[in-house]
């Protein structure tokens, strides 16, 4: 099967060929269009086994990065958990001086800060790689009041207060996932509100939706910030001191979307932020 520029240039020769076309002024145009057409076909198909070449190079390194991250997180998880254990039984040790528990709470939420990190990794490794499955399904509620209670034992310096969540909300979807989203928000609201305060999670019905609140009281966002706020490695301009990579907020929207939610957040400086996710609920009957 002839190229197109073949039949192109088998076109022209055929025109130069013909005595009625002899010495058409015409001519030796339609010969240079077809020459640089030719050139330009040849360009556009190096061009395209370049691109073909960049995406297969992209895969490799993406699928490596994987493979890291993955290797990464196995081999951190083990003296992460020797850490926090041996902090613990540091907390309960009472020959210690009196300026050793802080410290020892410092090294305990580096380690919990790490281990969130290696889990918002894995989770947007998992949602690159695999489509989240909505056939399971499991109760928001006992989820929510399950991470608040760990939160609340592990900062004494926030109040925590759940509502909503006595009662069960079946929603379909990734259990493991979902617990990434509220646990990065509860952390979040803890880690904005450096001087302590209220940190609030409320779950209620709306219409066929699961609706979640997670409020604080902490430094808040500035408006020019809050368009980009789910951005990846976007971080809030009045958020320099704090620690972070800019990952969790962004993860939680892929996280939600991809179980047919959605989130908001609502925000003024020094007043506090008030985020809200709505989740398809599991339909009755």
């Not at 030796?28 to 198909?45: C, M, T, Y």
């Not at 009472?94 to 290696?118: D, E, F, Q, Y």
């Amino acid at each position: 099967m002839r190229s197109q520029d073949e039949e192109l240039r088998l076109w022209v020769q055929r025109l130069a060929e013909d005595p009625a076309n002899a010495g058409n002024p015409l001519l030796a145009e339609f010969q240079e269009l077809a020459a640089r057409h030719g050139k330009l076909l040849r360009q556009f198909r190096k061009i395209a086994k370049i691109s073909d070449r960049l995406q297969t190079e992209t895969k490799e390194m993406a699928q490596q990065q994987r493979q890291f991250v993955l290797m990464v997180s196995h081999e951190f998880r083990t003296p992460l958990a020797i850490i926090d254990s041996a902090s613990q039984m540091l907390e309960i040790e009472p020959s210690l001086p009196v300026s050793a528990p802080p410290r020892v709470r410092k090294i305990r939420n580096a380690v919990r800060r790490m281990l969130h990190l290696m889990d918002r990794c894995l989770a947007d490794d998992r949602l690159d790689s695999t489509a989240v499955s909505a056939k399971g399904k499991f109760d928001l509620a006992a989820l929510l009041a399950e991470l608040m209670a760990e939160r609340g034992s592990a900062t004494p310096n926030h109040s925590f207060e759940t509502a909503g969540c006595e009662r069960s909300v079946s929603v379909p979807g990734d259990r493991d996932l979902l617990a990434v989203v509220f646990s990065n928000l509860v952390e979040n609201a803890v880690k904005y509100s450096p001087g302590g305060g209220h940190v609030r999670l409320g779950l209620s019905r709306e219409n066929d939706l699961a609706l979640v609140r997670v409020e604080d009281e902490g430094i808040g966002v500035n408006a020019t910030d809050r368009p980009r706020i789910f951005d990846k490695y976007f971080r809030a301009s009045n958020a320099a001191g704090t620690a972070g990579a800019g990952l969790g907020l962004h993860l939680a929207r892929r996280i939600v979307e991809a179980h047919g939610g959605s989130i908001a957040v609502a925000s003024e400086p020094d007043h506090g932020s008030v985020f809200t996710v709505r989740l398809p609920v599991e339909p009755v009957g």
